[in-house]
């Protein structure tokens, strides 16, 4: 076994290449039976293998710096970093995080969890390196998938004048989703003329390495050099650029990587090596469906069989909403930033061809086009996962919301996304919206609650946000619930003295520490909110009226959250007088991954937390 005695990159620089051969299995192997167990990225991580080996031969971290765009394909480099005896611990809570982090290793120079950023982290580590007089290599991992975001190009726009800087494309045809539009056309140019690129590379070389005698002869040669090349080879996006260009290689073939790496390390301008990988490489299930196992609940080796369980989730229910409204409306249309499958679109793709739009990793763009197609009276859903949604802040502001343009944004993943961890964790949408003028924000917590949702966005005038957990709709018997206005409320008991106003997932909780307090003798009132922007805040003092105490709980930040609004609401109006209130939400802080309940437990969520909370609070109002 080779990885046993792997504590360091240090450890696999003298390998033989035998040994290297033999690394790379156990290495593909460790994935595959820990991502078996633990769930996460796999067919990603599989692709990347060779290039990684490669990486820590031929560099030296953590001096030189290897930056991965997203980080979700960084398995490899943290079990060659020092990780290997904690890797069993990945996504669990208190161990390794599935993606970089800076306070994790000192081989993670840069943190991450969301596409596009490395370049542009890579541009700034290059300068401060040069400003420090260090020769140090800067290396930015990117898939061609980030390719399609713009933030790639802005960074590329800076980097011509940077030493020492070397940006390896990972091209494996595919970000989540297959990718789509020019970017992608252009790299699969590539893909199929390696020969075009070996005859420019080897051109390349040979006029280097013709001897010249004179200042003349040499001028002469030059420009000989430059003509014939030119005839020849036609230059490429990223030579245009100011970079150089190495490329075509087998990413999947480790020994042609480093020697492409090194030649690249030789050369002071900033360059790009252009690598094909095959994503789920050496795990057949994976390689024929990596978008399946592209981020997997943990899954059967033998039989490939994926453990995520059969209970329709949020999004495969907005799917299907989708398809029956696209049905009912030819103006409706979809809208994702290259996650068809994940957002629950396909079926709407399938149906709707001309009506579902692709625009690759480019929330921005995406955002502003649903506003362009909403200009022109048609009905655009943009689904985004909520983080990956903070991105076009400026185009829900600027384009959608200032000209009151109805555009709906589908948000997948509200809430905590527990195992992913704070990049992925949806806690921030609501903050976020309930900044901007002309918008409204419904947080569904069943099925039902999306069929109401969605009626409304259909019908509004403005932009609407619907937002709504990772997975399926919490099992309980919802008919305990009474409707009021858009509003639903349950009692625990005939005169409560405690409302507690919540909305979301967390509604389950809200319920059993209910449950709990009628059993000490707390008579309690839960308000599940469907609406929460702009809520009905008299209709929503009317319904707590009776009641001397407000409990407000929320799976979302404090700052800027539904909790925040309505005491706010309820002070400037007056009703408060003679009430107390308690907010439990997300104080401000980023939250950990790991477990769910682990995580609801340290925020102070828990049913049992949340009686005892709200307990105490009646304990101190009330000493005996």
């Not at 982090?101 to 969890?113: A, C, L, M, N, V």
């Amino acid at each position: 076994m080779i990885l046993e005695n792997i504590r360091s990159p240090q450890d696999i620089k003298n390998l033989t290449q035998p040994e290297v051969d033999i690394l790379i299995g156990e290495l593909r192997d460790t994935v595959i039976r820990t991502v078996a167990r633990t769930g996460g990225h796999l067919a990603s991580n599989l692709g990347v293998v060779e290039l990684t080996v490669a990486l820590h031969r031929v560099f030296n971290s953590p001096d030189d710096k290897i930056i991965w765009d997203v980080g979700h394909q960084s398995y490899i480099h943290k079990l060659l970093t020092g990780r290997k005896d904690r890797f069993d611990t990945l996504r669990q809570y208190g161990g390794l995080s599935g993606f970089t982090k800076r306070d994790e290793s000192e081989h993670d120079p840069f943190g991450s969890g969301h596409s596009s950023t490395s370049i542009s982290a890579a541009v700034g580590i290059a300068a401060a390196n040069k400003l420090a007089g260090k020769n140090d290599y800067t290396i930015a991992v990117v898939g061609d998938g980030a390719f399609t975001g713009g933030m790639i190009y802005e960074a590329l726009n800076n980097c011509a004048d940077k030493d020492h800087l070397i940006i390896i494309l990972n091209d494996n045809e595919m970000s989540i989703s297959p990718n789509v539009g020019g970017i992608s056309r252009y790299f699969r140019r590539f893909r199929i003329s390696p020969r075009y690129f070996k005859l420019k590379h080897f051109i390349k070389r040979f006029f280097s390495a013709t001897p010249l005698i004179g200042e003349g002869l040499i001028k002469i040669t030059r420009k000989a050099k430059n003509r014939i090349k030119r005839l020849l080879v036609s230059e490429n996006f990223f030579e245009v650029m100011g970079l150089n260009y190495y490329g075509p290689v087998d990413g999947n073939n480790e020994r042609q990587i480093e020697l492409v790496l090194n030649e690249a390390k030789r050369e002071n301008k900033c360059s790009v090596v252009h690598i094909c990988t095959k994503k789920g490489k050496g795990y057949s299930f994976a390689e024929e469906k990596p978008d399946l196992y592209h981020s997997v609940g943990g899954f059967d080796i033998e039989t490939g069989e994926i453990k995520n369980g059969h209970t329709k989730t949020f999004s495969e229910y907005f799917g299907e909403i989708m398809v029956k409204a696209g049905k009912r409306d030819e103006d409706i249309c979809a809208i994702t930033a290259a996650m068809c499958a994940g957002t629950g679109l396909s079926g709407f793709a399938q149906h709707f061809p001309d009506r579902f739009f692709d625009v690759g990793i480019a929330e921005e763009h995406a955002l502003t086009f649903a506003a362009g197609l909403a200009s022109q009276g048609k009905k655009p859903v943009f689904a985004v996962y909520s983080t990956f949604f903070q991105r076009a802040y400026d185009q829900l502001v600027h384009d959608a919301a200032l000209q009151k343009l109805p555009v709906i944004l589908a948000l997948s993943h509200a809430g905590l996304v527990p195992n992913d961890g704070p990049t992925h964790h949806g806690i921030f949408d609501v903050a976020i919206v309930n900044s901007t003028p002309e918008t409204e924000i419904y947080a569904p917590e069943c099925f039902a609650d999306m069929d109401y949702a969605f009626e409304q966005a259909f019908k509004a005038a403005r932009p609407v946000i619907v937002r709504y957990p990772k997975n399926s709709p919490e099992e309980y018997d919802r008919s305990i619930f009474k409707p009021a206005d858009g509003m639903y409320l349950c009692d625990f008991g005939a005169r409560p003295e405690v409302s507690i106003i919540t909305y979301g997932k967390i509604t389950k909780n809200a319920l059993l520490a209910a449950a709990e307090l009628y059993q000490k003798g707390i008579q309690t009132r839960v308000i599940k909110l469907v609406k929460i922007k702009p809520i009905e805040f008299e209709k929503l003092n009317e319904l707590t009226g009776n009641t001397g105490y407000i409990y407000l709980l929320e799976e979302g930040v404090k700052s800027g959250g539904v909790s925040e609004s309505v005491i706010s609401a309820f002070a400037e109006q007056g009703y408060l007088f003679n009430r107390k209130v308690k907010i439990r939400a997300i104080e401000d802080q980023f939250v950990a991954h790991g477990n769910g309940e682990l995580l609801y437990r340290d925020l102070g969520f828990l049913p049992e937390q949340i009686a005892a909370e709200i307990e105490l609070f009646l304990q101190n109002e009330n000493p005996s």
